[in-house]
């Protein structure tokens, strides 16, 4: 992990009616590091995210990408800056073929005429294309042109994180990747998160599973009623303060100094 800061957010605001969401929101990620975002329901997790992927745009605050400063106005404006994200439902299309999701929305085409005139896709660079990212991620399938319906819920979880590591320049954003999993299919999908770091991306993830947060995460954001309160340490503090934290029941200023990140 380096400390070289590759996504930025500083008082981001956002309201719905009288309801506040984001209420100043300030975020940071480094390169090379899983970030952790906690936060009790209503904490602002969500909105922030949405912020951040391009598919909210915030009333106030600024979001810097490797220190410029951009303005999302939907998610395919994220995408061109080179944030991915993976979302909690599992955003894959069952019915189509592994290298198929791979690239969805940003399909290959044959090279001259076939390509350029009759729009035919090359599904051959697109199949050997996808193998070499799940190689790449150590996923283990059987063949590319193999339905997605036929994959385990571990697996589909990690062609869909496999399909955003490969297209993302800085940042992958994972919305509760390991919810809906079984223990041997989470651990394994953690596994996944790490090689994605690993490749030098920063990797964001939202998560209610805490011991899963302190496994793998590099910092916590911790966010309460639409501001971060802390950034912590996961080697130096405690699960039980960083959920009292979370909740409100102390403060970051109540913490020995060296928990905070």
């Given at each position: 992990?380096?400390?070289?800061?590759?996504?930025?957010?500083?008082?981001?605001?956002?309201?719905?009616?009288?309801?506040?969401?984001?209420?100043?929101?300030?975020?940071?990620?480094?390169?090379?590091?899983?970030?952790?975002?906690?936060?009790?329901?209503?904490?602002?997790?969500?909105?922030?995210?949405?912020?951040?992927?391009?598919?909210?745009?915030?009333?106030?605050?600024?979001?810097?990408?490797?220190?410029?400063?951009?303005?999302?106005?939907?998610?395919?404006?994220?995408?061109?800056?080179?944030?991915?994200?993976?979302?909690?439902?599992?955003?894959?299309?069952p019915a189509m073929t592994i290298a198929e999701n791979l690239f969805?929305?940003?399909?290959?085409?044959?090279?001259?005429?076939?390509?350029?005139?009759?729009?035919?896709?090359?599904?051959?660079?697109?199949?050997?294309?996808?193998?070499?990212?799940?190689?790449?991620?150590?996923?283990?399938?059987?063949?590319?042109?193999?339905?997605?319906?036929?994959?385990?819920?571990?697996q589909r979880q990690a062609v869909a994180v496999a399909r955003s590591?490969?297209?993302?320049?800085?940042?992958?954003?994972?919305?509760?990747?390991?919810?809906?999993?079984?223990?041997?299919?989470?651990?394994?999908?953690?596994?996944?998160?790490?090689?994605?770091?690993?490749?030098?991306?920063?990797?964001?993830?939202?998560?209610?599973?805490?011991?899963?947060?302190?496994?793998?995460?590099?910092?916590?954001?911790?966010?309460?009623?639409?501001?971060?309160?802390?950034?912590?340490?996961?080697?130096?503090?405690?699960?039980?303060?960083?959920?009292?934290?979370?909740?409100?029941?102390?403060?970051?200023?109540?913490?020995?100094?060296?928990?905070?990140?």
């Amino acid at each position: 992990m380096s400390n070289e800061v590759i996504l930025e957010a500083t008082g981001l605001v956002k309201r719905y009616g009288h309801v506040t969401a984001l209420d100043g929101m300030d975020f940071s990620l480094r390169a090379g590091e899983v970030l952790a975002v906690i936060g009790d329901n209503g904490a602002g997790k969500s909105s922030l995210i949405k912020a951040l992927s391009g598919a909210l745009v915030p009333d106030e605050g600024t979001i810097r990408v490797d220190g410029r400063a951009v303005d999302f106005r939907a998610p395919m404006d994220a995408r061109r800056a080179g944030i991915e994200t993976v979302y909690q439902e599992l955003a894959v299309a069952p019915a189509m073929t592994i290298a198929e999701n791979l690239f969805l929305g940003r399909e290959l085409r044959r090279p001259g005429v076939a390509g350029r005139l009759l729009r035919m896709l090359d599904h051959t660079r697109m199949r050997e294309e996808s193998a070499r990212y799940l190689q790449e991620l150590e996923i283990g399938v059987r063949s590319m042109s193999q339905a997605v319906s036929t994959l385990s819920g571990g697996q589909r979880q990690a062609v869909a994180v496999a399909r955003s590591a490969a297209f993302a320049r800085h940042v992958v954003i994972m919305d509760e990747p390991t919810a809906a999993l079984g223990v041997k299919e989470g651990s394994q999908v953690l596994a996944l998160i790490r090689r994605v770091r690993d490749r030098g991306l920063g990797v964001v993830l939202i998560s209610h599973n805490m011991p899963h947060v302190f496994e793998i995460a590099d910092r916590i954001h911790v966010a309460r009623l639409g501001r971060r309160v802390a950034v912590l340490n996961p080697r130096s503090v405690n699960m039980s303060d960083a959920v009292a934290v979370m909740t409100g029941a102390r403060t970051p200023e109540t913490l020995d100094p060296a928990v905070l990140a």
